[in-house]
């Protein structure tokens, strides 16, 4: 059973980095041929992708977004790192991690609980 878990600090004050981890287990994260997934829900809004890293260190940004984002793995810890730089009240959010299976397939069959992030002074 694959378990998603997002860590990271609550409260980020703007024009700074946000940095979240998501740790895995279950399952290994370079296991053919997951997408590691970034998504973030606005308060009062639908979700939004952010990005992903695959299983083969391949990654994807959302051009809205991709200019401010870095999304790694550390495959000795078997975790996904988001950074998103310059963050702006309008990043406050929860953000999940999510698995999509690849191969073919579509949508996510994995998420992590979410954590919420308030960018705030």
């Known amino acids: 059973q694959v378990q998603l878990q997002e860590s990271g600090p609550g409260l980020v004050k703007p024009s700074q980095t946000l940095s979240l981890i998501c740790a895995v287990s279950?399952?290994?994260?370079?296991?053919?041929?997951?997408?590691w997934n970034w998504i973030r829900q606005p308060p009062g809004k639908g979700l939004e992708w952010i990005g992903y890293t695959t299983y083969s260190g391949r990654n994807h940004y959302n051009p809205t977004l991709a200019s401010r984002i870095s999304i790694s793995r550390d495959t000795s810890e078997n975790r996904i790192t988001l950074h998103l730089r310059s963050v702006t009240p309008e990043d406050t959010a929860v953000y999940y991690c999510?698995?999509?299976?690849?191969?073919?397939?579509?949508?996510?069959?994995?998420w992590g609980q979410g954590t919420q992030v308030t960018v705030s002074s």
């Open positions: 999510a698995r999509d299976p690849g191969g073919g397939t579509s949508g996510y069959d994995h």
């Open positions: 279950g399952g290994s994260i370079t296991t053919n041929y997951y997408y």
